[in-house]
């Protein structure tokens, strides 16, 4: 009997050693288990907080390309705008132009476009005499072919501006090219308001020797530079030079006294 209890007591302990090492090992690998679930959960935090982090960023880029999207329409529509207005300036300029040309043909005046602006240029020497500001028989004549045509655009405004060459005004009434200049300005303004141009859509300027269109060391130059011009004066919103511009030289350099 005692063996049997001996037997029975070994047997006991080995059940309860078996049992305790299963019961290990389930724990180990419970905690294992619990281990990795928590190393799960944490790379699923910092994997929503990428996610999250990365989802703002999109946002942003899509607010940002909205906001750029919205400014390139605004841009391309102010662009349209301006093409629109051009392609008015250069259907003004080539109407101007087509009804002008006989006078183009003869040699009488010349439309260029400099600057961005259309401009009628007539030489000094077909409307006044030297150093006068009192329109000759052929430039009353010219004038008046010139305003039949400008008074058309009643829409459009002219600045009537007057030139000079480099050289000093001689004896009489203008002590210099400045005030010969204005004077013709004015002299040919009311002459076109005369034969029926709106006196609100012309303006008067005198820029002496200030503004050449050529070199003043040449006498050819220097005629080139005596002369009147009726400038086509843009609206406010037509900014975008003409194709074709006439490049505008560097002024020349004033007479030493």
């Given at each position: 009997?005692?063996v049997?209890?001996w037997?029975?007591?070994v047997l006991?302990?080995?059940g309860l ?11 180990d ?5 619990t281990?990795q ?78 600057r961005g ?5 007539l ?45 000093a ?6 002590k ?9 300005a004015l ?5 076109l ?16 020797e ?28 037509e ?7 006439e490049?505008?030289?560097a ?5 030493k006294?």
């Amino acid at each position: 009997m005692r063996v049997l209890g001996w037997v029975f007591a070994v047997l006991l302990l080995a059940g309860l050693a078996v049992g305790g090492f299963i019961l290990k090992r389930r724990y180990d690998a419970f905690m294992a288990d619990t281990a990795q679930c928590v190393a799960d959960r944490d790379k699923l935090k910092a994997d929503s907080a990428d996610l999250a982090k990365e989802g703002e960023e999109k946002d942003k880029e899509a607010r940002d390309a909205k906001g750029k999207l919205k400014a390139t329409k605004a841009e391309l529509k102010e662009l349209r705008g301006l093409r629109d207005e051009a392609e008015k300036r250069l259907q003004a300029f080539n109407a101007v132009t087509e009804k002008l040309q006989k006078m183009i043909d003869t040699g009488k005046l010349k439309v260029v476009i400099r600057r961005g602006r259309m401009v009628v240029k007539l030489s000094a020497e077909v409307l006044f005499a030297s150093g006068k500001a009192d329109l000759s028989p052929e430039g009353q004549t010219t004038l008046a072919e010139v305003a039949k045509v400008l008074k058309e655009f009643r829409d459009r405004k002219f600045m009537v501006a007057g030139h000079t060459d480099i050289l000093a005004v001689g004896p009489g009434p203008y002590k210099n090219n400045w005030e010969l200049s204005t004077a013709r300005a004015l002299t040919v303004t009311e002459f076109l308001i005369s034969k029926g141009m709106p006196p609100p859509n012309l303006a008067v300027a005198g820029y002496g020797e200030w503004d050449p269109v050529a070199t003043n060391k040449t006498p050819q130059g220097q005629q080139e530079n005596r002369r009147i011009e009726l400038v086509l004066l843009p609206h406010s919103d037509e900014l975008l030079p003409l194709a074709g511009q006439e490049p505008a030289p560097a002024p020349s350099a004033a007479p030493k006294n």
